[in-house]
């Protein structure tokens, strides 16, 4: 059985740092990343990696402040977030795929329960 364990979120002022980690479990996947999903709005792509990481993407709102990595031997995917801005509010999920790494939501095959991550002005 197939679980992703998140763990991190917080509250934090802007202009912090916080880390995400999710861990997966039950198999290993080609492509990890992270998605957030604010109040009122739909779940959009942050960021993703490829399993030998030399596939990374980033979205435009977060690139320069947030760096995604993985510990493959754990089988864990990290995201360290900084420079926060009230702007990244929002419950960061993690997600797994089994066909590579891509922007689009319809790909990833599994997904965290999700960790709140608020940002204060």
């Known amino acids: 059985q197939v679980q992703l364990v998140e763990a991190g979120g917080g509250l934090v002022q802007a202009g912090g740092s916080l880390r995400l980690s999710c861990a997966a479990s039950?198999?290993?996947?080609?492509?990890m990343g992270w998605f957030r999903q604010a109040p009122g709005k739909e779940r959009e792509f942050v960021t993703a990696m490829g399993w030998s990481g030399g596939s990374t993407l980033y979205a435009d709102s977060v690139k320069g402040r947030f760096t995604i990595s993985r510990d493959n031997a754990k089988n864990t995917v990290y995201l360290q977030m900084n420079s926060l801005k009230p702007e990244d509010t929002a419950v960061y999920y993690c997600?797994?795929?089994?066909?590579?790494?891509?922007?689009?939501?319809?790909?990833?095959?599994?997904w965290g329960q999700g960790t709140q991550v608020t940002v204060s002005s």
């Open positions: 997600a797994a795929s089994s066909r590579g790494v891509f922007r689009h939501l319809g790909v990833w095959d599994y």
């Open positions: 039950g198999r290993t996947f080609s492509g």
